[in-house]
């Protein structure tokens, strides 16, 4: 018999996790963002990472119809940008800095690191798609992660 949802839940939560913010940008122009801590690299060879999208979020048929995802790793003083594509928010990019990478995904301004991907796969996982991106780029800067643990949001001592 599975678990039960809070049990789960609450056990995962005692995951410490990196929060990221997945970007895309679609073919008219339309860009759209949404807070993720459900990222994990897949492959060095190919260079593949992977991403959980609740399939009713907003991003979900976006990234489908796209082709494309940024992945935007955040930086310790970041905590209000992971807040702010997490809400429901119409335009989260407003007044924010960031700049189009080569996929034409929007790159978060002072973002810890960024990966570029092209998406290969999708696969169904419960209540979520998980998206498989083909890294076809990369930006890194020094800091330090903006964690989530147990609910809230962690900085790494």
């Given at each position: 018999?599975?678990?039960?949802?809070?049990?789960?839940?609450?056990?995962?939560?005692?995951?410490?996790?990196?929060?990221?913010?997945?970007?895309?940008?679609?073919?008219?122009?339309?860009?759209?963002?949404?807070?993720?801590?459900?990222?994990?690299?897949?492959?060095?060879?190919?260079?593949?990472?992977?991403?959980?999208?609740?399939?009713?979020?907003?991003?979900?048929?976006?990234?489908?119809?796209?082709?494309?995802?940024?992945?935007?790793?955040?930086?310790?003083?970041?905590?209000?940008?992971?807040?702010?594509?997490?809400?429901?928010?119409?335009?989260?990019?407003?007044?924010?800095?960031?700049?189009?990478?080569?996929?034409?995904?929007?790159?978060?301004?002072?973002?810890?690191?960024?990966?570029?991907?092209?998406?290969?796969?999708?696969?169904?996982?419960?209540?979520?798609?998980?998206?498989?991106?083909?890294?076809?780029?990369?930006?890194?800067?020094?800091?330090?992660?903006?964690?989530?643990?147990?609910?809230?949001?962690g900085q790494v001592s």
């Amino acid at each position: 018999m599975p678990v039960e949802k809070a049990e789960f839940r609450r056990a995962l939560g005692h995951f410490a996790a990196g929060v990221t913010v997945v970007t895309t940008k679609l073919a008219t122009g339309d860009i759209a963002g949404i807070t993720v801590t459900a990222f994990s690299s897949l492959s060095l060879e190919p260079p593949l990472v992977l991403i959980c999208i609740d399939r009713r979020a907003r991003i979900h048929d976006r990234l489908e119809k796209g082709g494309n995802f940024a992945v935007n790793m955040l930086e310790e003083s970041q905590e209000l940008l992971s807040r702010r594509f997490a809400s429901s928010e119409p335009d989260p990019f407003r007044e924010i800095g960031y700049h189009e990478g080569s996929t034409g995904a929007p790159l978060l301004q002072d973002a810890l690191a960024t990966v570029e991907c092209r998406i290969v796969d999708a696969l169904p996982g419960g209540d979520h798609t998980i998206f498989i991106g083909e890294v076809e780029g990369s930006t890194v800067r020094e800091g330090k992660p903006l964690l989530y643990f147990r609910g809230g949001y962690g900085q790494v001592s």
